[in-house]
């Protein structure tokens, strides 16, 4: 069928219509799935530069070039009474052990269950320096639990803070609320599948996006650039 016999088909531009709306409605959806991602990333970037500004995370600055990759989970909410629970969404970056930059982000979900004496709630931010590349790999499957799967340390806080760890997982937080702190361990990390294939538009694993970088979004590169600066011992910028 040529254009004319197209326009002049009454069938056909129906169709045509149809055809149209439903691409512009396709493209709608992920546009508004990718924001919903995009946002996560933008606030994890605030999230970094609030911990590099902190005169009390001086551990983390100090030692985050030596991190082989780092979980940025911009609030993490912890709500109960008696029985307890803590969750949140993550970005992880990965860095390159030959040019030393960061490739990502990789989404994760992460949560847990606690029992004890508790009330209140508390808004966490936090991140999570990855050590070792056992810590590494537990990334890279499904799911791994802290404290179990891989060993988790509490990062030293202060000013003065200048002590060896050693732990695949060195975590810190900045918190707000009843509970004192947020503690990490036996917390369950799992790839947000959903997510990934979302915000990259197909569906990718986390080795595809932090080892082979083989799914980039222009979108992270800003987040990316504030990581190698951190490493590199620069400051990263204001936050938003």
């Known amino acids: 069928m040529n254009l004319s016999n197209l326009i002049s088909n009454p069938v056909a531009r129906r169709w045509a219509g149809a055809l149209a ?31 590099m500004r902190d005169p009390d995370m001086t551990w983390m600055q100090q030692h985050i070039g030596q991190a082989k990759a780092v979980l940025i989970a911009p609030v993490i909410v912890k709500a109960g009474w008696i029985f307890g629970g803590s969750g949140g969404r993550g970005v992880v970056f990965a860095r390159n052990d030959q040019t030393g930059r960061w490739t990502g982000p990789a989404f994760y979900n992460i949560g847990a269950a606690s029992v004890g004496f508790q009330a209140g709630v508390s808004v966490s931010e936090t991140i999570t320096l990855v050590m070792t590349e056992k810590g590494v790999n537990s990334l890279l499957a499904n799911s791994v639990k802290l404290g179990g799967d891989a060993s988790i340390a509490a990062g030293p806080v202060g000013a003065g803070a200048n002590r060896d760890i050693t732990a695949d997982f060195v975590a ?38 932090l080892l082979h970088a083989s799914a980039p979004n222009p979108q992270a590169q800003r987040l990316a650039s504030e990581l190698n600066r951190a490493s590199s011992g620069q400051r990263t910028s204001s936050a938003r």
């Open 172 to 209: 810190f937080s900045r918190s707000k609320g009843v509970y004192g702190g947020l503690n990490l361990e036996g917390s369950v990390i799992d790839v947000a599948d959903n997510w990934n294939r979302s915000y990259y538009g197909s569906a990718v694993l986390p080795p595809d996006i």
């Open 21 to 51: 709306i439903a691409s512009l409605a396709g493209a709608s959806t992920l546009a508004a799935a990718q924001s919903e991602q995009q946002e996560l990333v933008n606030s994890a970037e605030t999230t970094l530069s609030n911990f």
